[in-house]
């Protein structure tokens, strides 16, 4: 009686968030023109991933906005292909360095500019409304 060996194949250990970005971004370069990949996609990076919902972070809200708008099926098509498994996608707006960015609290701490004082002007008479035309 002949037997049939079975090989175990070794797990692989599982990928960075990184690693799983930038497999991400290679097969997004593959599908958007250079302009959009190097505009929209270039500057973003995976900041979590939990429960298959993976959290991307943006330099701005307006990246934000146009990736949530324009490309988010593309995003969850490719990402799913680099895991293996459906997922979902979310945005938020964060610094390389990991600060959220809160668009309110941007403003908070800058002095207020004050109008410029008016200095009174004299007309000229050669420039009134009765010696226009």
Not at 2 to 22: C, F, G, N, V
Not at 32 to 46: H, Y
Not at 83 to 96: E, K
Request: hydrophobic share 40%.
């Amino acid at each position: 009686m002949h037997t049939m060996t079975q090989y175990r194949t070794l797990a692989q250990p599982p990928l960075s968030l990184e690693e799983i970005w930038q497999a991400t971004l290679g097969e997004l370069q593959l599908q958007v023109t250079k302009a959009t990949f190097e505009t929209w996609l270039k500057p973003t990076f995976l900041v979590s991933q939990e429960d298959g919902t993976f959290i991307v972070a943006t330099p701005t809200m307006y990246v934000k906005d146009w990736l949530e708008n324009r490309l988010l099926g593309t995003i969850k098509r490719c990402l799913c292909n680099v895991v293996g498994r459906s997922v979902d996608v979310r945005f938020t707006v964060r610094t390389q360095q990991g600060h959220e960015l809160d668009p309110p609290s941007l403003l908070e701490g800058l002095p207020l500019a004050a109008p410029p004082a008016r200095e009174p002007t004299r007309l000229q008479a050669r420039y009134t409304f009765e010696t226009f035309v």
